[in-house]
């Protein structure tokens, strides 16, 4: 069965980095769009990036844009989300999706907490 299993999430101030990771299985990962969205305390659902089948092609929403990096590696079956001068706005949960086009998703994972604050 299809799984997506998020990683990498933890408390971090201001300012700070942190790597998300997000291990597929149960599909052919390099098969497919690829996502992260996020959720924020007040439940409202942000996507934030997409990565193509090859990972030669991305987009960002202008919230993150130029502080985050989404990246795969397909032999490892896993996506990659890199957050750099994280704002206190960033605390949320943040998932990633499977993208099978059309802008939907079709499957997500678990969610891992960020919590940026002071």
């Known amino acids: 069965q299809v799984q997506l299993v998020e990683s990498g999430g933890g408390f971090v101030q201001p300012g700070g980095s942190l790597r998300l990771s997000c291990a597929a299985s149960g599909f052919t990962f390099s098969g497919f769009f690829m996502s992260w969205v996020r959720q924020n305390p007040g439940g409202d659902l942000e996507w934030l990036s997409n990565i193509n089948q090859g990972g030669g092609s991305t987009d960002y929403a202008d919230s993150v844009k130029g502080r985050f990096t989404v990246s795969r590696d397909n032999a490892k079956n896993t996506l990659y989300l890199q957050m750099d001068n994280l704002k206190t706005e960033a605390t949320a949960r943040y998932y990633c999706?499977?993208?099978?086009?059309?802008?939907?998703?079709?499957?997500w994972g678990q969610g891992t907490q960020v919590t940026v604050s002071s």
């Open positions: 999706a499977r993208a099978p086009g059309g802008g939907s998703y079709d499957y």
